[in-house]
């Protein structure tokens, strides 16, 4: 079981976690949602379409200008107090990595803590702990926040998978011991943070191997650059190479998707839990008369 806020999910539920940029520069939307109206409007649409997670982040992923802490809870804390008076059943997680801004969103509602930089910063999983927050424990190759993959190698025992499982099973074990509820965690494989795009399409592969681990996954694969390059296309061209990588995902045991697209990626998990059993069809009709 996989709780979150007040939401709880069974093992076989698939949840979509909708992505709301609050920073001037997304890779994805370009500022679309850096203003407080447009944002607003971006979470009500997730919310109607299927999303149960809404992820806020506040600093771009990439390299970029230079966002203080303070710039950074500047753009997020007042945003997730507006997210949850309105939508006070919503999961509200918040994309970042700094345990000072982590403990200012959690103050004002949030529910999850999105650590997509693998622990970097020790103190994020602390704060986690001492609110009762939910925490992402993510594989970033031991990269610096906002920097890309340079040349990387994963020559270890087991490749690039060993490594994640090594990496994010002991994030979490290190949340627990912390006092982070178990039932609070996830483990992520990181596409393309410090990976190149072969290893991300290792990881999707391979994604059942952390199935096995027992902590749920949480997978980030929307419009990404290793979808774009496996089909050479550009950002907004990778909604097809994006759905094809969730189904597969879906059918190797992800459970939670961070996605732009929520509507075609509900439709996506829909018809895979229904191919798996865990989903009756939403009518049945034909061939019964």
Known sequence: MLRLGTREFGPD?????????????????RGATFRDEPALERVDQAVAEGAAIIDIGGVKAGPGEEVTAEE???????????????????????DTWRHEVGAEVCRAGADLLNDAWGGVDPRLAEVAAEYGAGLVCTHAGGVQPRTRPHRVTYDGEGGVMGDILRVTEGLARRAVELGVRRDGILIDPGHDFGKNSRHSLEATRELGRMRETGW??????????FVGETLDKPVKERLTGTLATTAISAWLGAQVYRVHEVAETKEVLDMVAAIAGHREPAVSRRGLA
């Open 216 to 225: 749920p996954v949480l997978v980030s694969l929307s419009n990404k650059d």
């Open 72 to 94: 950074e809870a500047r753009r997020t804390v007042s945003f997730v107090t507006e997210v949850r008076r309105r939508h006070p059943e919503v999961v509200i997680s918040v």
């Open 13 to 29: 539920e698939p949840v979509i976690m909708a992505i709301v940029n609050r920073t001037p520069d997304s890779f994805y939307d």
